[in-house]
């Protein structure tokens, strides 16, 4: 090993020609030094040693600013370049340090967003975020019974919105009925509800 410097907590050596950059933390875990007498084996080790602490600190710097799901981490993390068998790694030892969870997440996302999606919305939303289904129906199971009375108060608000009254025009129920249908509301809540405003006089 040659050319080794230590600088602004950046380590750098020479081995076999080609220069490398590591942290000084990686370098203080192997006791590296000037006349340390590396190998090939080693060397695999430093280096894997060393992206996991930047892949984890890249974590934790992530999770700092929100809850994230599984899938949404690894993908960040694998778009910025990281290795994606090390990215594994340090995603399952998240998990089981608790920094991850997919059903904390999940309630947390329910909660933030069930005031303006219904349920089938909710849940293609979270399969997309890679929740397991099991998980997903049992979190959702809990709103079934609120669904009727979040799906009068946003229709309710989408009216206000676009300064409808009754009477209301078939086209204007129309328009109700696929906005509700879009944020997710379940089809026999919706023919109910619009109904109802089409009794309105």
Known sequence: MNNYTRSAGVVTFD?????????????DEFVL???FELTD?????????????RVYNKSITLLASREHFSKELWQKL?????DV???NVVI????????????????IFIRQKSEKYGINKLKAMLFEKGVKSDMVDNLL????????????????DKIFELGYTAPYAEKQILKLARFASNRGFKTSDIYQMMDELKSQK
Do not use: C, N, S, W
């Open 141 to 156: 199971d809990e709103m079934m019974p609120l669904q009727k009375t979040k799906l009068q108060e946003v229709i309710e």
């Open 15 to 27: 081995y076999q020609g080609v220069m490398y950059k590591i942290k000084t933390i990686t370098a």
């Open 85 to 87: 068998e090390i990215v």
């Open 78 to 82: 694998v778009k910025r370049g990281f």
């Open 33 to 35: 030094h000037e006349d």
């Open 41 to 53: 084996e080693i060397l695999t080790k430093i280096l894997f040693r060393d992206q996991y602490i």
């Open 92 to 107: 399952e030892h998240l998990k089981k340090d608790g920094l991850i969870d997919d059903e904390r997440a999940a309630e």
